[in-house]
């Protein structure tokens, strides 16, 4: 099968061309797509979340909510002391 080289603008373009219906179809396949690595990149913040409780003598499973929430506050205001 032979390849076709578009631009980005050429690709737009095409796009707009395209009834609604068939865009809707191009942007469900983007989401998905996506979606992939959105829960690639979740499991690896889970991970890193869960060490970095560990390191600071926490439970990541064992907490609350709001527990959860303080603690990520904490990391990210320096000017703060962790609970």
């Known amino acids: 099968m032979p390849t076709l080289t578009l631009n980005e603008e050429q690709v737009f373009s095409l796009i707009q061309q395209l009834s609604p219906e068939q865009q809707d179809k191009i942007f469900q396949f983007l989401l998905e797509k996506q979606q992939k690595k959105w829960e690639t ?3 690896k913040g889970q991970l890193q979340i ?5 390191e ?5 499973e ?3 909510e709001e527990e959860k929430e303080d603690f990520i506050n904490d990391l990210i205001h320096e000017d703060r002391q962790c609970h």
């Open 41 to 43: 990149l979740a499991q």
């Open 50 to 54: 869960q060490k970095i409780a560990q």
């Open 56 to 60: 600071k003598n926490k439970n990541w």
């Open 62 to 64: 064992k907490m609350t």
